[in-house]
Antibody, heavy 123, light 106 residues
Framework: QVQLQESGPGLVKPSETLSLTCAVS?????????WGWIRQPPGKGLEWIGSIYHSGNTYYNPSLQSRVTISVDTSKNHFSLNLTSVTAADTAVYYC????????????????WGQGTLVTVSS | DIQMTQSPSSLSASIGDRVTITCRAS??????LNWYQQKPGKAPKLLIYAASHLQSGVPSRFSGSGSGTDFSLTISSLQPEDFATYYC?????????FGQGTKVEV
């Protein structure tokens, strides 16, 4: 059973950088699949932030692309999210998830999720 | 961006009811549609992938259908543990998008 665990500061000041790490256990990131970040503002819906492959190949939500960097450290079996120049609008629960690819039928989905971590942007 | 629109936004139902939630995409997404269940304070859980395929371990009372732009999630007989918010999500484009959610409540 793949397990994911987010970690990082729960409070970030406006204009600063939000940094989170997702530790993966019971599954090697190098085995394949993409790994993603999704966020959910309090009381609202889900927004995909971006995803990364173990090789470092990334793709991001264009609405956040100028501020987002996702990186992977296969030696530590974790991947990370950096979001710069945060504002109150970035206050959300941030989830990491495994983005798996099904061959038959062809499909990509988020099948394993971390428990989520609330990040509040406030001075 | 592909917009995903769910209806209704919320619904009231009783134990044993048959419940159907719909999801409409702003353009054809073939069958690249997934459904998730989220309970308060918890991460979303994958229920259905590729429009109609039941994720391992998910009860058979859940089913999905549709293709192109119109999809539905059906719970054949609502159980107490099914009261939750349900989200559809398209994986057709690399800009993955979710519906706004449907809250199923008593």
């Amino acid at each position: 059973q793949v397990q994911l665990q987010e970690s990082g500061p729960g409070l970030v000041k406006p204009s600063e950088t939000l940094s989170l790490t997702c530790a993966v256990s019971d599954f090697s990131i190098s085995s394949g699949d993409y790994w993603g970040w999704i966020r959910q503002p309090p009381g609202k819906g889900l927004e995909w932030i971006g995803s990364i492959y173990h090789s470092g190949n990334t793709y991001y939500n264009p609405s956040l692309q100028s501020r987002v960097t996702i990186s992977v450290d296969t030696s530590k079996n974790h991947f990370s999210l950096n979001l710069t120049s945060v504002t109150a609008a970035d206050t959300a629960v941030y989830y990491c998830a495994r983005q798996t690819t099904v061959v038959t039928p062809p499909n990509d989905n988020f099948d394993y999720w971390g428990q989520g971590t609330l990040v509040t942007v406030s001075s | 961006d592909i917009q995903m629109t769910q209806s209704p936004s919320s619904l009231s139902a009783s134990i044993g009811d048959r419940v159907t939630i719909t999801c409409r995409a702003s353009q054809s997404i073939r069958r690249d549609l997934n459904w998730y269940q989220q309970k308060p304070g918890k991460a979303p859980k994958l229920l259905i992938y590729a429009a109609s395929h039941l994720q391992s371990g998910v009860p058979s009372r859940f089913s999905g259908s549709g293709s192109g732009t119109d999809f539905s999630l059906t719970i054949s007989s609502l159980q107490p543990e099914d009261f939750a918010t349900y989200y559809c999500q398209q994986s057709y484009s690399t800009l993955w998008t979710f519906g706004q959610g449907t809250k199923v409540e008593v």
